[in-house]
């Protein structure tokens, strides 16, 4: 999977704009775009010591029988994600994209997403289904190694983009990593900082400008970081946020802390997530 486009899809409400923003960044990066259906490992085990609680024989009659009710939950799981799976791939094939590769895993799908390889981008739906994709999102985005791109319920082809700046050595680093990026060129750029100072803005502007990206700077004023970003957000019809997810600042605190859930939950736009 060299530098692919991972595209998790659970059949939950996200999965149709998992697909799409999926699509739309493999062919802004010209990468290999991957469907990925995990079939997540059960963590309650269907047989159980029951020693001391009923007979040899009774105990031997039932274990055999919640083996083969889980071995055929199992099954009808892999069947369920095989029927998604095709699903996405046929929406993906009516819109143009035909090369997509179809995968499907069984396991704990944290470490799964995790111990990926050659991924240049994962993308994942902000609200999934029980045990899936969405619920797992501050652990994925805690351990993955590579952006992860969390999307809404609906697809919108992207073009404004807010970068939030900290004025940290990585925010540098990740808005200099997306002047060489062509996922958002020729996107109208608003880099935004918050409770920080004119100078520093004024540093982040000249790295996109010396890049050939004409952006809008704004500093704002606020107790909050995720209000006065999805206010400005909301004001300035911005429709895709790129923000640090390590930075050593009031944003790290944000990313790892209780806002964390409170801004994949209320966000509109789709939040790409750097390290």
């Not at 059949?11 to 960044?25: I, K, Q």
């Not at 909050?224 to 300035?236: C, I, K, R, T």
Request: aromatic share 4%.
């Amino acid at each position: 999977m060299k530098n692919n486009v991972i595209g998790c899809v659970d059949g939950s409400p996200s999965t149709g704009a998992v697909c799409d923003y999926a699509a739309w960044a493999a062919a802004g990066l010209s990468a290999p775009l991957t469907l990925l259906h995990v079939v997540e490992k059960d963590g309650h085990p269907a047989v159980s010591d029951l020693s001391g609680i009923i007979g040899i024989d009774s105990k031997e009659l039932l274990t055999e029988e919640l083996v083969r009710v889980e071995g055929e939950r199992n099954r009808l799981l892999r069947a369920q994600g095989n029927v998604i799976l095709s699903g996405c791939a046929g929406r993906l094939a009516l819109a143009g994209h035909s090369a997509v590769r179809q995968l499907q895993m069984h396991g704990v799908l944290d470490e799964i997403l995790t111990e990926l390889d050659d991924v240049r981008l994962m993308v994942m739906g902000r609200r999934g289904s029980e045990h899936q994709v969405g619920s797992h999102l501050e652990s994925v985005i805690r351990l993955q190694k590579q952006p992860v791109l969390v999307v809404p319920e609906t697809f919108t082809a992207p073009s404004r983009v807010l970068f939030a700046w900290d004025g940290s050595e990585a925010s540098r680093k990740n808005l200099t990593r997306l002047t060489l990026s062509p996922l958002l060129r020729d996107l109208t750029c608003h880099v935004v900082m918050v409770n920080g100072d004119e100078a520093s803005l004024l540093d982040a502007r000249l790295i996109l400008e010396t890049a050939g990206i004409p952006a809008e700077a704004r500093l704002l004023k606020d107790d909050s970081v995720p209000h006065a970003l999805g206010l400005y957000a909301e004001e300035n019809e911005i429709d895709f946020i790129v923000m640090g997810a390590w930075a050593h600042t009031r944003l790290r605190q944000f990313f790892i802390g209780s806002n964390t859930s409170t801004m994949l939950a209320e966000s509109r736009q789709p939040l790409l997530m750097l390290r």
